[in-house]
């Protein structure tokens, strides 16, 4: 399975502490060097940086054909990670884009991707007996305090899936 991730679900699990299920999910993950930079750049989250940096199932990759990501990022206005997700995922034919923001699941989705996010993530770790119900709502309530915003109606619909 070839799983391409963009930024944001990578910091929002690790936000949780639970940035291993991405290896207990998918084996590795994917990401883009603009991923990568963004994720390892802001010196405030060293911490955050040295944990990627030593992730053995995060794997960084070139984007083979840049002027495309180019073009994509006018036409767009994704940024460069967003772009470079979404450009490798079609490149290596991913069978999975992991990606939080709307502005890219809309680009990727009338391209074709097959898109999940954050709250995707922790609801097929618990449908997988990964996490409890409430470990789920732990992450979630760990996400919402680093400021990663959730929807009332997105948590309305986990709490009822968690809770049976």
């Known amino acids: 399975m070839i799983v391409i991730s963009d930024t944001t679900p990578i ?8 940035l291993e299920l991405l290896k207990h999910l998918f084996g590795e993950v994917v990401i ?11 010196e405030a989250f060293w911490l955050e940086a040295e944990e990627i940096k030593q992730c053995p199932f995060i794997k960084v990759r ?9 073009i994509f990022r006018k036409v767009t206005g994704l940024d460069a990670g967003e772009s470079e997700a979404i450009v490798m995922a079609e490149e290596r034919q991913a069978d999975l ?12 989705k009338q391209m074709g991707l097959v898109i999940t996010g954050t709250i995707g993530i922790l609801m097929q770790a ?3 007996d ?13 996400m919402k305090k680093c400021g990663i ?9 986990i709490k009822t899936h968690i809770r049976g």
Do not use: F
């Open 97 to 108: 884009l992991l990606m939080d923001e709307q502005k890219g699941r809309r680009v990727a």
């Open 149 to 157: 915003r959730i929807g009332e109606a997105l948590l309305g619909t």
């Open 11 to 18: 910091i929002s699990l690790l936000k949780a502490e639970q």
């Open 32 to 42: 883009p060097e603009a991923v990568y930079k963004e994720l390892i750049g802001n």
């Open 130 to 142: 990964l996490l409890s119900g409430g470990a789920v709502e732990t992450c979630l309530i760990s």
């Open 62 to 70: 070139q984007v083979e054909d840049q002027k495309s990501v180019h």
């Open 126 to 128: 618990y449908d997988e």
